[in-house]
T-cell receptor
Framework: DVKVTQSSRYLVKRTGEKVFLECVQDMDHENMFWYRQDPGLGLRLIYFSYDVKMKEKGDIPEGYSVSREKKERFSLILESASTNQTSMYLC??????????????FGPGTRLLVL | KQEVTQIPAALSVPEGENLVLNCSFTDSAIYNLQWFRQDPGKGLTSLLLIQSSQREQTSGRLNASLDKSSGRSTLYIAASQPGDSATYLC??????????FGTGTSLTVIP
């Protein structure tokens, strides 16, 4: 059974704190993604990674950074949390185009509240 | 840039009714299109994936169609049940590793 796990389901942080969100997948997927989901805005891509140590900015990378030191793990970092980063954060993984089943698998999400 | 639109934003139907959810996209150069289900406060669960070369996919009471030339997909749900209540999202994969999502249709099936 394929699995994407996220380190926390709920998180409460204070403005200015450094926040780490971790995602682990057990499917040996090359691609991993971080999205945030807000009411009325849908899912928006923050960053994605297509290989270890490789990353590309998505649509809304400002205020975020990522780390991919191992294939199975993709971390999202909020350098200095702000209240407008309160959101649901979803991690996903997939195979690259051209190989195998091309679906995207999602973790359960982390609901982050920044006070 | 690919844009994905879902109509309607919300839908409420009595149990047993057949229904159709719509998804449209602006760039027909896609690898595939996927329909997801999301329950409140949860992650996304993949329902159906249609490759760009396919016209439709079926799974149980669900049938998804794809018309790439017109930039449209529909998700047909037969004999709806209260357990089908959720938000349904469509996403297209284009530009290699990028997935573009619609804002979803919130479905309520009334017992």
């Amino acid at each position: 059974d394929v699995k994407v796990t996220q380190s926390s389901r709920y998180l409460v942080k204070r403005t200015g704190e450094k926040v780490f969100l971790e995602c682990v997948q057990d499917m040996d997927h090359e691609n991993m993604f971080w999205y945030r989901q807000d009411p009325g805005l849908g899912l928006r891509l923050i960053y994605f990674s297509y290989d270890v140590k490789m990353k590309e900015k998505g649509d809304i990378p400002e205020g975020y950074s990522v780390s991919r030191e191992k294939k199975e793990r993709f971390s999202l970092i909020l350098e200095s949390a702000s209240t407008n980063q309160t959101s649901m954060y979803l991690c996903a993984s997939s195979l690259p185009p051209g190989g195998g089943i091309k679906t995207q698998y999602f973790g359960p999400g982390t609901r982050l509240l920044v006070l | 840039k690919q844009e994905v639109t879902q109509i309607p934003a919300a839908l409420s139907v009595p149990e047993g009714e057949n229904l159709v959810l719509n998804c449209s996209f602006t760039d027909s150069a896609i690898y595939n299109l996927q329909w997801f289900r999301q329950d409140p406060g949860k992650g996304l669960t993949s329902l159906l994936l249609i490759q760009s070369s396919q016209r439709e996919q079926t799974s149980g009471r669900l049938n998804a169609s794809l018309d790439k030339s017109s930039g449209r997909s529909t998700l047909y749900i037969a004999a709806s049940q209260p357990g089908d209540s959720a938000t349904y999202l469509c996403a297209v994969r284009s530009g290699g590793n990028q997935f573009y999502f619609g804002t979803g249709t919130s479905l309520t099936v009334i017992p």
